[in-house]
C-alpha cells in the first residue's frame, strides 16, 4: 500500500508537471509562438510544435493520472521529454545559435544547464515509476497464475 502511495504520489508529480507546462504555454500563448518561431527550426515543424504540444502534455498528463493508462503515460513522458532534453544538450554544445526558450512560468527563468538537470530528474522519476509499474505487473501475473492453480 505504501508503494502504490509513493507511486501515485510521483506520478502526480509528472501529471503536475505538463499540466503546468502546458498552462503556462496557454497563458502567454502569443510569447510561446514569437520564440517558438525562434527556434532552430523549420517554419512548417514551428507552426505544428505550436499546436501540438500543449494538447500533447496535457494528454500525456491525462495517462498518467489514471492507472489503467499509466504505463502508455510514462512512455509518452519519457519519449516528450528525453527529446527535450536532447534539444537542451545540443543548445549546450552549441550545435544552434543562441535560442530562447520557449517554455512557460518559472521553467522559463532557468539557464539552459538548469534546465537539462531538472528534465534529468523528471526522466529519473518517470523511470522509476515505471519500473514500478513493470513491478506491479509482473506480481500480478505471479498471483493470477497462482490463483489458476
Same mark, same amino acid.
Given at each position: 500500500?505504501?508503494? /502504490?502511495a509513493i507511486?501515485?504520489? +510521483?506520478?502526480?508529480?509528472l *501529471?503536475?508537471l505538463f *499540466?503546468y507546462?502546458?498552462?503556462s504555454?496557454?497563458a ?15 517554419? @512548417? +515543424? *514551428?507552426?505544428? !510544435? !505550436? @499546436?501540438? %504540444?500543449?494538447?500533447?502534455? !496535457?494528454? !500525456?498528463?491525462?495517462?498518467l493520472?489514471?492507472?489503467? &493508462? $499509466?504505463?502508455?503515460? +510514462?512512455?509518452?513522458?519519457i519519449? #516528450?521529454?528525453?527529446?527535450? &532534453?536532447?534539444?537542451?544538450?545540443? =543548445?549546450?554544445l552549441? %550545435?544552434?545559435p #543562441?535560442?530562447?526558450?520557449s ?8 539557464? @539552459?544547464l538548469?534546465h %537539462?538537470?531538472?528534465? %534529468?530528474?523528471f526522466?529519473? =522519476?518517470?523511470g522509476?515509476?515505471? $519500473?514500478?509499474?513493470? +513491478?506491479? =505487473?509482473?506480481k500480478? $501475473?505471479?498471483n493470477s497464475?497462482?490463483? /489458476?492453480?
Amino acid at each position: 500500500m505504501k508503494k /502504490q502511495a509513493i507511486q501515485d504520489s +510521483l506520478s502526480a508529480l509528472l *501529471v503536475l508537471l505538463f *499540466v503546468y507546462a502546458s498552462f503556462s504555454k496557454y497563458a502567454d500563448f502569443k510569447y510561446f509562438q514569437q520564440s517558438m518561431h525562434r527556434q532552430p527550426f523549420p517554419n @512548417w +515543424l *514551428v507552426t505544428s !510544435i !505550436i @499546436w501540438m %504540444l500543449p494538447p500533447l502534455e !496535457i494528454a !500525456i498528463a491525462g495517462l498518467l493520472a489514471f492507472s489503467r &493508462t $499509466r504505463l502508455l503515460g +510514462l512512455y509518452a513522458f519519457i519519449i #516528450i521529454m528525453s527529446l527535450f &532534453t536532447f534539444y537542451i544538450v545540443a =543548445i549546450l554544445l552549441n %550545435l544552434f545559435p #543562441i535560442v530562447p526558450c520557449s517554455c512557460g512560468g518559472l521553467i522559463q527563468s532557468l539557464g @539552459w544547464l538548469p534546465h %537539462l538537470f531538472l528534465n %534529468l530528474f523528471f526522466i529519473l =522519476i518517470a523511470g522509476l515509476v515505471l $519500473r514500478m509499474e513493470f +513491478l506491479n =505487473i509482473k506480481k500480478e $501475473r505471479k498471483n493470477s497464475t497462482k490463483n /489458476q492453480r
